[in-house]
């Protein structure tokens, strides 16, 4: 069963063994406006907790997309290339940006459950 995380910049991180599915969370993709445009990183790139993963762009704004953990990428979502609207459709779920084999499990402390995560956006 995969677990589900989300860091203080909008990421989210699904957890299920050493796979690591992450994308941007429903609140960010609202934030973003219509998003037009999504890059993504190269297959087998390593990546590094809070540190830039990949791109977005969006009627309003260009923004980074930081790595919620640690890992390299296995696989990323090519269909967004074709159809990057679709992160506004679905950001938590089809929208999906890259898959990572996870390095460090350990790092997954450092980010909220859904249930903090929710308390987090009430705050801002």
Same mark, same amino acid.
């Given at each position: 069963? *995969?677990?589900?995380?989300?860091?203080? @910049?909008? @990421?989210?991180?699904?957890? *299920?063994?050493? *796979?690591?599915?992450?994308?941007? *969370?429903?609140?960010?993709?609202?934030?973003?406006?219509?998003?037009?445009?999504?890059?993504?990183?190269?297959?087998?790139?390593?990546?590094?907790?809070? @540190?830039?993963?990949?791109?977005?762009?969006?009627?309003?704004?260009?923004?980074?997309?930081?790595?919620?953990?640690?890992?390299?990428?296995?696989?990323?979502?090519?269909?967004?290339?074709?159809?990057?609207? =679709?992160?506004?459709?679905?950001?938590?779920?089809?929208?999906?940006?890259?898959?990572?084999?996870?390095?460090?499990?350990?790092?997954?402390?450092?980010?909220?459950? =859904?249930?903090?995560?929710?308390?987090?956006?009430?705050?801002?």
């Amino acid at each position: 069963m *995969s677990v589900i995380y989300f860091s203080k @910049e909008h @990421e989210w991180v699904k957890v *299920s063994g050493t *796979s690591a599915v992450c994308g941007i *969370s429903e609140h960010a993709a609202h934030e973003l406006g219509d998003v037009t445009f999504v890059e993504l990183p190269a297959i087998g790139k390593q990546v590094t907790q809070f @540190e830039v993963m990949a791109a977005i762009e969006s009627v309003k704004a260009a923004s980074d997309i930081y790595a919620p953990v640690s890992g390299k990428v296995v696989k990323v979502n090519s269909d967004l290339e074709d159809t990057p609207e =679709r992160v506004n459709e679905s950001a938590e779920d089809a929208a999906w940006l890259v898959e990572l084999e996870l390095s460090d499990a350990g790092e997954l402390s450092k980010l909220m459950t =859904r249930e903090q995560y929710d308390d987090y956006l009430k705050t801002l």
